[in-house]
């Protein structure tokens, strides 16, 4: 199978780059093979600002670097794909496409401009790599995509006529033909298509199967966060317990989950104290307006009880993170493959602005907590903060330095 061809030529522009990790995660290709899917790398081929990027991820990563450097639109990029994996048409990912095209980018003689994006997922397959070329201008479509492990290409796709709208795909067959061609849309990605059009009846195609599973696993378990403590503070109807990414809901979330894990619980009080001013006795909902809402409050132990109307903007940002942490996917507004079990995913949350309104004491607790949950393998986090040396010596954190060329 021939390359896909590039969306359109793309000028070289001044970009953020990413200087080496001050803590490389270890090389999961010449160690212990991960069992569970999880993104190791994040690939910025030509998006936004980041050209030729290529973002090592371990359990606990930050992105550090003033602003202007990329952190959020890293972020951005590895959520788009995650909604991708999830099955979402490219407009509903892309509602702005020509924000995400590199800003002196040339249009080349069909005036089409475009990005490439994609990542790499270990599991037990190995690394599976996925690479995603779109045309934003002047019109939106998926134009190339690649999915190969092993230097061996598994599936394919181009648009081979610019009149339609769907692209030719190829994928490793591996019996009577080497390969199967067939149309895919070009609004949605092909990866996540696979299931559905592979027989999967020889070895080829199995291996096809295994590794778009792999990958679709991986992508689809993420949790992106970013606490607004602005819409944090009322009292919001009783619904799912399940948190948004606004955590807008922690009210209803601590109504579900404090009587749910009494141990987890305990430890996110423990945390509270930390993040907290005041004595800090328990964290939990209480009904009010005669039981059509609730409220999450600060028990104080001395039958006070602090609503959090009356929290600064970086308890609640604390708390909020605080609870992503210690919770699972059961608990968290994540897309996830409902047919795969909670044993067999590794949660990935993207916490833009970790260290936001942040006292030093705050940020360090956070970061403790994070990792001893990363380590234990509940969770991992990718987070974005202006600046990591506060982060310097803590065990398995992966620091990414971005800087303005």
């Known amino acids: 199978m021939t390359p896909p061809p ?83 048409e490219l407009g509903e990912v892309f509602p702005d496409p020509s924000a995400c095209v590199p800003e002196r980018a040339r249009p080349d003689a069909q005036r089409r401009r ?31 995509e690649r999915l190969s492990a092993d230097g061996l290409v598994l599936m394919e796709t181009a648009l081979r006529d610019p009149r339609r709208r769907a692209v030719q795909a190829a994928w490793h067959t591996a019996g009577a033909t080497a390969v199967t061609r067939a149309p895919l849309p070009d609004d949605r990605l092909g990866t996540a298509l696979l299931p559905l059009r592979v ?34 503070r009322d009292p919001v109807p009783a619904g799912t317990g399940r948190l948004l990414p606004d955590c807008e809901n922690l009210a209803d979330v601590l109504w579900r989950t404090r009587s749910e894990c009494t141990r987890r619980h305990a430890l996110l009080v423990d945390a509270v104290r930390v993040g907290c001013a005041g004595p800090v006795d328990d964290l939990l909902a209480e009904p009010c307006a005669g039981g059509r809402l609730v409220r999450a409050v600060l028990d104080r132990g001395d039958g006070v009880r602090t609503t959090l109307r009356r929290l600064g903007d ?11 942490l210690l919770t699972g996917p059961g608990v968290l507004e994540a897309d996830v493959p409902g047919e795969v079990p909670d044993a067999l995913r590794c949660l990935t949350v993207l916490a833009d602005g ?5 006292d030093p004491a705050q940020r360090a607790a956070l970061l403790a907590l994070a990792a001893r949950m990363c380590e234990r393998g509940h969770i991992r986090l990718v987070g974005a903060v202006s600046d990591a040396t506060w982060a310097a010596g803590v065990p398995g954190a992966t620091v990414v330095h971005l800087r303005r060329d």
């Open 314 to 324: 970086g308890e609640l940002r604390y708390t909020a993170l605080a609870l992503v």
């Open 114 to 144: 475009g990005f490439r994006i994609g990542c790499t997922a270990d599991g037990p397959e190995g690394p599976v790599r996925l690479e995603v070329a779109v045309q934003a201008e002047p019109e939106l479509r998926i134009v190339g």
């Open 199 to 232: 027989a999967g009846t020889t070895a080829g195609q199995l291996r096809v199967l295994a590794a778009a599973e792999q990958m679709l696993v991986a992508l689809r378990s993420v949790f992106p966060c970013d606490p607004r403590p602005e819409r944090m």
């Open 6 to 88: 590039p969306p359109q030529p793309v000028a070289t522009v001044p970009r953020q780059s990413a200087e080496p990790p001050t803590h490389a995660p270890v090389d999961a290709g010449r160690a212990r093979r991960p069992t569970l899917p999880r993104v190791t790398e994040l690939l910025l081929s030509a998006f936004a600002g980041h050209r030729g990027s290529t973002f090592r991820l371990g359990d606990l990563t930050l992105l550090a670097g003033p602003s202007g450097t990329g952190k959020t639109t890293a972020l951005r990029a590895y959520e788009a794909l995650a909604r991708l994996g999830g099955g979402a």
């Open 354 to 358: 970790l260290d936001r309104a942040q």
